[in-house]
């Protein structure tokens, strides 16, 4: 509780000042929606100008503009997104939902696979070189030309699975979930085999797990029983990091394999001078970064009570 009533008040700072830097950051670029329009059509009268800022708020203040819209923020006045011409709300769910699709079942997969990788290694110190080779391997590889490898392999030579994009239907977006997939994944193991292998190769010399073998515990039952919990703190740190992805979503392999998520829909928003877009998604990621981070410092001391007493 009172890592709760410390850290949410720090959460909601960082929030305002985060929104406050991203959009004096975003304001001071060049290229305002009336410079856009007055390049589109150079016919437009010094009235229609005036008319249009007007309109857009660009005749009030930077810090009045950021104002007004913070309030409105409040107030769950989310506006509109002027490079789709739709309700930001209406542009942003479809790309969160689409982005935690194939993260989050990517950092799942890739947990499970680190992890099983990383017991591996601790218990069997003979395997721990192929580990290795594997996470390095799995970490060199760029995503880009991984997932440009797999789309010839697998959807043009084999034709077994989709090379891109994503249908309307709900279970007919399995098949093209599988390659994106496996390209971020893979590229996520590496981490997440290393950290298991020396935490829980540390976990396994500890006395309690000596203790549980002399009382003759099986090697599973020491493993994940006794050395895991032990060895999850810096595995939940991991993940907690990785939460921002889960969000701000992968851009080079939503863009190698045409799927449209946040971190596309993010790129768009900032190169397209989108503003109002621009700074929820920004809000959106980070929040959703700090939560994670927030919820995997209570699960740390969840299964180390000794982390809350310092």
């Known amino acids: 509780m009172r890592l709760l009533l410390a850290r949410l008040p720090q959460i909601a700072v960082t929030l ?18 009336v410079s856009l329009a007055i390049m589109a059509d150079p016919r437009l009268t ?30 769950g006045e989310f506006g ?11 542009v942003l769910w479809p790309a969160l939902r689409s982005t935690l699709a194939l993260v989050g079942l990517s950092v799942a997969i890739a947990a499970a ?6 017991a591996l290694a601790a218990l069997r110190p003979k395997a721990a070189a192929l580990v290795d080779a594997v996470a390095l ?23 077994w699975l989709p090379a891109g994009g ?12 599988v390659l994106p997939v496996a390209t971020i994944a893979f590229g996520q193991m590496a981490a997440y085999a290393r950290h298991a292998a020396a935490a829980l190769a540390e976990s396994l010399r500890q006395p309690w797990v000596r203790s549980a073998r002399a009382r003759g515990a099986s090697e599973g039952r020491v493993l994940w029983r006794h050395a895991l919990p032990n060895a999850g703190v810096p ?5 907690a990091l990785d939460a921002g992805s889960l969000v701000s979503g992968a851009l080079v392999t939503e863009t190698v394999f045409a799927r449209p998520g946040m971190g596309k829909l993010l790129y768009d928003a900032v190169m397209g001078n989108d503003y109002n877009l621009a700074l929820l998604a920004l809000l959106l990621v980070a929040l959703a970064t700090m939560l994670a981070t ?6 740390q001391r969840w299964l180390d009570p000794r982390l809350g007493e310092a």
């Open 137 to 159: 391997l799995a970490q060199a590889v760029p995503s880009f030309w991984l997932g440009i490898l797999l789309i010839i392999l697998f959807a043009v030579h084999l034709g």
């Open 16 to 33: 305002v000042l985060l929104s406050l830097a991203a959009w004096l950051a975003i304001g001071l670029m060049p290229g305002d929606p």
């Open 80 to 90: 509109y997104s002027r490079l789709f011409a739709q309700p930001a709300t209406a």
């Open 235 to 239: 595995l939940l740190t991991l993940l």
């Open 294 to 299: 927030l919820a995997a410092d209570l699960a």
């Open 113 to 118: 696979l680190g992890l099983a990788l990383g």
């Open 166 to 177: 994503t249908p309307e239907e709900g279970a007919a977006r399995l098949p093209f979930l």
């Open 46 to 75: 010094p009235q229609d100008i005036a008319r249009m800022r007007a309109l857009h708020g660009l005749d009030q203040p930077l810090m009045r503009r950021y104002l007004a819209w913070a309030a409105g923020l409040l107030r």
